[in-house]
């Protein structure tokens, strides 16, 4: 007698759906695989290398000053930041003593492009969750230090301002005049966008108790900037391993505190880099008061041959540390060069932590990691 | 604006018709100058839209086409119309058809009743507001349709997600209803109107003095804006999530249906609550005019498109919430509530 | 009663932020530059499209060898002050306006423009032979790198600064 086959039971699988590389919220060419189950995310795997231009390979086939261009395009928001960071790479493998009025301007450009980029971190944030209006009105203040950085190098976003040794162009009166400008009037724009939209309530509910990474677990995925911060972790490169003139300025590092749900999660990160938009307005002050005369970019030969050494230099960036490792043969080009990303160390937590969330809540919390693409793939 | 609709009641009698031909005229001409008001209305909405938008966030919005982009919504649509017409390979092509006309017809349909001046509509009919709750549901059934014809994953959830949506909210927007058609004893949306005149002013007869209705209205405005896919209700499009949920895939002008649609069921939304609510066409210092009532219904879709460039984004689960845990409960004890004050303040 | 508290917390804090749209809607003024129509005034050092007045290029490659995408071509004939460019070409296509070249540039010939309308209708014209196809003179060029581009007063224009002070 022949058993006839039983029909399965009626079962459900989870969907595969690929959300990005073209997603509005994947902030350039992530590709995350979601395994759903209706709304829940079962598993978020992100898939980088969409924006790969082999920028490693490249560092060691061009001359050391020659690289400044290519490091505008990693960190495409925080440009200055990484040029500097290449910059202060070299000049510790060259031994190459910078000016202090040149270090002020650096410090002057730097914390100027973190407040763009960090406006640009949670206009995004905003718009991720639905919020158009924010969006418009960081940019618009974004559009003001632009036209600042602007004044002193050339250029809006890929700046290519820093130099071995030093900057590009000297600071210009106009510049002080527009950046004291902005200073006046950003506290209470900040103020204003931060009742637009960080204390309503919705957003409040849409970005707390979100995603929450405990600090351990933040130390261990190596993660930096903000992000750690968020999580309550108190380390921030400017103050524990200070470089350049930071010794001599008076700043906090905000931490997470959880104010409105538990510690690290979504709404942390976004308010940690609000709070250091204020930090850096109080830096930006000091710097003006205490830019001193000088040159403002030191005697480099043509070609610079730095001796055979290796060097591993971090600093923070407004995603956390951006570290340049060089080894040099004593040649006009690097032997070996390596980059760390912070957003390809900040990236690499989203699998573990967006286990059984909704999808909306999978966008909430990539949209609080601030991402670039650009370094992610590098 | 009342001329032109008395002019149309006695176009068949001034043509010598009478009997079933005249009837088909009237409802013909009735259907086509409700289209071209739909239409003139979702154009109108859409330029105020992005300008209103435009001005609170530091922009100009449109500015080339006419004067300061007035004719910049025309250009749309005739750019929109002009489109190819796509469907994709693997979509259900009939579904996928239907599903737009479905969801304008929808919107379409619940102007049949609405009045469009003082004390006239295409149709006086007597149950008008179930009418408009009936035909609301069609809307939502031609969005599901199109999330599921589009055979697209993300339009699927959108569609999903309209699903949960409008069934939940359609509750909250009848029972919102009922206190003021307690207060005034009709279904017809022109007797709603009409039994709010007199009084004080001729406002202090409005059905939002009543406790219980003043809480029912900012309940209503706000199920109707979920209704409608607005800000902070836009979950079946929501573009950060679901790219545009459930029409990713339209184009031309199926895409232009869907967004005529969403206008003109603001403006009806805005108009029911304006009638219900707010008197309709009565008005300070006496005053009863379809321009008044044009204008109650302009300022709710301003605070709408104000709302929508203001908020962000609910969830799924906080919506479900919003609805079930807040919206539903307060309907039903202000039903209750109008009830009792109706039994000791009338009789 | 938490909804409530939710609500009505939700309530106010949407007021709130309609009073700050409500103000930017009546008091706000738009930062937009329409931009075929008006055009925003170019800083000092705007790096727009790379120029070279083949005229005083002395053809000495140094430009070129720094170049970080090797977008100059150069080939140069004669000897000490004779010495000339005999062909001097741009890639547009590769450039990304870094002004490394400009800085290591001996002379002036080499600046770069206010001119940001990079458009080309053809791929061929973007690399560009600068003896064969002289540029029109430049007026509008951004200051040398590293010099001042307030000579003397700090308010003087823009275009005069350029060329005269490198």
Redesign the interface.
């Known amino acids: 007698m022949v058993i006839p086959a039983q029909p399965k039971p009626l079962q459900g699988e989870p969907m595969v759906i690929y959300m990005g590389p073209q997603h509005p919220s994947t902030h350039g060419v992530l590709q995350v695989e979601l395994h759903t189950d209706g709304e829940i995310v079962n598993r978020a795997i992100p898939r980088i290398g969409f924006l790969h231009r082999c920028k490693e390979k490249i560092g060691e086939s061009v001359p050391y000053d020659a690289y400044v261009p290519y490091t505008d395009r990693m960190d495409y928001l925080a440009a200055m930041n990484t040029n500097w960071a290449w910059a202060s790479a070299v000049e510790k493998l060259a031994a190459i003593e910078v000016p202090e009025r040149a270090e002020y301007i650096r410090v002057y450009v730097a914390e100027f492009n973190r407040i763009a980029s960090h406006l640009v971190a949670l206009a995004t944030y905003g718009l991720d969750l639905g919020a158009w209006t924010p969006l418009l009105h960081a940019f618009r203040e974004r559009e003001s230090v632009l036209d600042i950085l602007e004044e002193l190098s050339g250029g809006r976003l890929c700046f290519g301002y820093m130099r071995i040794g030093g900057v590009a162009n000297d600071i210009t009166p106009r510049s002080i005049e527009m950046g004291k400008a902005f200073l006046k009037q950003f506290r209470a724009k900040l103020d204003s966008l931060n009742e637009l939209l960080s204390f309503n309530h919705i957003f409040i509910r849409r970005a707390a108790n979100i995603g929450v990474i405990p600090g351990e677990q933040a130390i261990a995925y190596g993660m930096t900037g903000p992000m750690l911060r968020a999580s309550g972790v108190d380390w921030d490169m400017r103050r524990d391993e200070p470089y350049s003139i930071y010794p001599k300025l008076n700043f906090d590092v905000p931490v997470g505190q959880g104010l409105k749900g538990k510690t690290g999660d979504n709404w942390d990160r976004y308010w940690v880099r609000v709070q250091e938009m204020y930090e850096s307005m109080k830096i930006l002050e000091q710097v003006i008061d205490g830019l001193p005369e000088g040159e403002f970019r030191a005697k480099v030969p043509a070609i610079l041959r730095p001796p055979a050494a290796e060097v591993y230099c971090r600093q923070e960036c407004p995603r956390g540390e951006v570290a340049f490792y060089l080894i040099s043969d004593g040649g006009k080009t690097p032997y070996r060069m390596k980059v760390r990303g912070p957003s390809f160390c900040n990236l690499s937590i989203l699998e573990t932590i967006s286990k059984d969330m909704l999808i909306a809540d999978l966008v909430s919390t990539l949209g609080s990691f601030d991402i670039v693409m650009g370094e992610v793939d590098r | 604006m009342d001329f032109l609709m008395n002019a149309m009641q006695s176009l068949p009698a001034s043509m010598q018709l009478s009997g079933p031909l005249a009837w088909t005229i009237t409802a013909l001409v009735a259907a086509g100058v409700t289209m071209g008001v739909v239409s003139l209305v979702a154009l109108l909405a859409v330029y105020a839209e992005r300008k209103v938008s435009a001005d609170m966030q530091a922009r100009v919005g449109p500015m080339h086409v006419g004067w300061h982009g007035i004719l910049q919504t025309t250009a749309d649509a005739i750019k929109l119309m002009l489109k190819e017409d796509l469907v994709p390979a693997m979509a259900d092509k009939w579904l996928f058809i239907t599903a737009p006309l479905l969801v304008f017809g929808g919107a379409f349909i619940g102007w049949a009743v609405l009045p469009l001046c003082k004390g006239w509509a295409p149709v006086d009919l007597n149950i008008g507001v179930v009418y408009l709750l009936a035909t609301s549901s069609l809307v939502a059934l031609g969005i599901i349709m199109a999330g599921w014809g589009s055979h697209n994953k993300w339009s699927l959830y959108g569609a999903m997600r309209t699903a949960a949506q409008f069934l939940s909210y359609e509750i909250p927007t009848a029972l919102h209803l009922l206190p003021a058609i307690l207060l005034a004893g009709s279904l017809n949306l022109t007797a709603l109107a009409n039994s709010q005149a007199g009084g004080m002013g001729n406002m202090a007869n409005w059905a939002i003095w009543n406790p219980f209705c003043f809480l029912s209205f900012f309940c209503y405005f706000i199920s109707g804006l979920a209704e409608t896919n607005r800000v902070p209700f836009d979950l079946p499009e929501s573009e950060s999530e679901l790219v545009a949920g459930f029409h990713v895939e339209y184009s031309g002008m199926r895409f232009a249906f869907f967004f005529l649609a969403e206008y003109a069921e603001l403006f009806l939304v805005s108009a029911i609550a304006s009638l219900v609510f707010l008197g309709g066409w009565n008005g300070p210092f006496g005053l009863e005019s379809s321009f008044l009532y044009l204008a109650k219904v302009l300022v709710m879709m301003f605070v709408a498109i104000w709302l929508r460039w203001t908020l962000p984004r609910f969830r799924i689960d906080q919506l479900m919430g919003l609805c079930w845990k807040f919206l539903i409960p307060l309907g039903l004890i202000n039903i209750l509530g109008v009830g009792f004050w109706i039994y000791y303040f009338r009789t | 009663m938490n909804?409530?508290s939710?609500?009505w917390?939700?309530f106010?804090?949407?007021l709130?932020?309609?009073?700050?749209?409500?103000r930017?809607?009546l008091t706000?003024?738009?930062?937009?530059v329409?931009y075929p129509y008006t055009k925003r005034e170019m800083?000092?050092?705007?790096?727009g499209m790379l120029v070279n007045d083949v005229s005083i290029c002395n053809g000495c490659t140094k430009c070129s060898r720094?170049?970080?995408v090797n977008c100059i071509e150069i080939e140069a004939e004669g000897k000490g002050k004779e010495r000339h460019v005999t062909k001097w070409v741009l890639n547009y296509q590769k450039c990304?306006?870094?002004?490394?070249c400009v800085?290591?540039c001996p002379d002036t010939s080499l600046l770069?423009s206010h001119d940001y309308e990079t458009v080309f209708t053809d791929r061929n014209k973007m690399i560009r032979d600068f003896v064969a196809d002289p540029i029109p003179p430049f007026t509008d060029v951004?200051p040398k790198?590293?010099t001042?581009?307030?000579p003397k007063k700090?308010n003087e224009g823009d275009s005069e600064s350029g060329r005269a002070a490198a």
């Open positions: 909804i409530l939710e609500v917390s939700g106010t804090t949407t709130k932020g309609m009073w700050v749209t409500g930017e809607y706000g003024k738009p930062i937009t329409q800083p000092y050092r705007f790096r720094v170049c970080p990304c306006w870094c002004e490394l800085e290591v770069m951004n790198p590293g001042n581009p307030y700090e």
